[in-house]
């Protein structure tokens, strides 16, 4: 499939759906407290968005948020462990009784990129604990945080894949970590599908290697790597770019 790009922003006009202004917008990151996540959500604040940093850890989590808050961010930071639906469902409830919606949310908490693992040989723990958080803890998020989309009738879902998920893509390593973005990109296929038409825009994103702690050194600039996830999760609503998964602006093979 020929690659197309896609542009950056177009102008901003109102459309038949209530598009709100960046400044009214609330945004939610996991795994926000370091590395891309903590990189997507300073972009975002830049942008005037009301950033909620998702950390396991409260302290770190605080931390992250303060750094950006000194930046002239409008960032809060909230427990957010993405396997623990007690954790999903109280964060929900708060959303919902201190800001009455939620119109961004970026699946990006990520973990298991078991490089040295091949399929014949990797422990099936391993492969449990990738799909726990890569998969089913990017699931039961968006789904606790969709009825705060659809109330407004406006939503951008941004789950962060990788093109080692693709179904074409060649290489042996990392086996527990390809499957389970793989089973991302087959979520976000079929909950675009769903929500087509109703003002909530979903799609997939591969960063690139990106230097963070998980992907080592050598990978490209984080900025780089979340500046096409940014992109996805501020979309125009016109023309609707939907269902579809990215690398830097341009549509990339499933």
Not at 86 to 92: E, F, Q
Request: one cysteine or more.
């Amino acid at each position: 499939m020929n690659a197309v790009a896609f542009p950056v922003r177009s102008p901003r006009r109102r459309s038949a759906l209530a598009e709100p202004e960046p400044a009214q917008r609330v945004a939610l990151v996991s795994g926000a407290n370091r590395g891309l996540g903590l990189e997507v959500a300073r972009q975002l604040a830049a942008d005037g968005i009301t950033v909620l940093l998702g950390a396991r850890n409260a302290l770190a989590g605080e931390k992250a948020a303060r750094q950006l808050r000194r930046e002239g961010g409008a960032v809060v930071a909230v427990a957010l462990d993405v396997t623990s639906p007690a954790d999903v469902r109280a964060l929900a409830s708060r959303i919902d009784r201190e800001y009455g919606r939620l119109d961004i949310l970026i699946n990006n908490a990520g973990a298991y990129f078991d490089v040295d693992n091949e399929a014949s040989s990797v422990d099936m723990d391993v492969v449990r604990q990738a799909l726990e958080t890569n998969l089913l803890g990017a699931w039961q998020l968006t789904e606790a945080m969709l009825p705060l989309m659809r109330r407004h009738g406006y939503g951008r879902i941004v789950n962060v894949s990788s093109g080692c998920g693709a179904i074409d893509s060649e290489g042996t390593s990392c086996p527990a970590y390809r499957v389970s973005k793989a089973a991302l990109n087959s979520h976000t296929r079929m909950l675009a599908t769903e929500l087509s038409g109703s003002g909530i825009l979903v799609n997939a994103v591969c960063p690139g290697w990106v230097a963070t702690d998980m992907g080592g050194h050598g990978g490209r600039p984080v900025a780089e790597g979340a500046a096409g996830i940014v992109w996805a999760a501020t979309l125009p609503s016109r023309p609707a770019i939907h269902g579809g998964f990215f690398r830097d602006r341009v549509r990339i093979d499933w």
